[in-house]
Nanobody, 126 residues
């Protein structure tokens, strides 16, 4: 079992920044690729980005590429989502997820992720 707890959400103005954290506990953090997803009101949950278990590779959705950055700290067993240049359309509940995967391949489909956090709300005002 892996427990994921997100934090760092809040209200920010357009153009502002936030850093989300996702603290993992349970099985070894280095065994998991980590992903971020988000769900806006009345929309399906969508992929934001992911990072390999080693932290040496990332992928991003086109909508956030160049604005969002994912990183991970193996000592703290935490993955981060740095969000810059926020837009009102970034408003959503953000979830982190763990994929038991030590390979280099990263996945954008929810199907591949085994554990999920409870989510943290991000609201971007115009």
């Amino acid at each position: 079992q892996v427990r994921l707890v997100e934090s760092g959400g809040g209200l920010v103005q357009t153009g502002g920044s936030l850093r989300l954290s996702c603290a993992a506990s349970g099985r070894p953090f280095s065994d998991y690729a980590m992903g971020w997803f988000r769900q806006a009101p009345d929309k399906v949950r969508e992929f934001v980005g992911a990072i390999t278990s080693s932290g040496d590779s990332t992928i991003y959705a086109d909508s956030v590429k160049g604005r969002f950055t994912i990183s991970r700290d193996k000592i703290r067993s935490t993955v981060y989502l740095q969000m810059n240049g926020l837009k009102p359309e970034d408003t959503a509940v953000y979830y982190c997820a763990a994929d038991w995967n030590k390979e280099k391949t990263l996945y954008s489909a929810e199907y591949f992720y085994d554990y999920w956090g409870q989510g943290t709300q991000v609201t971007v005002s115009s």
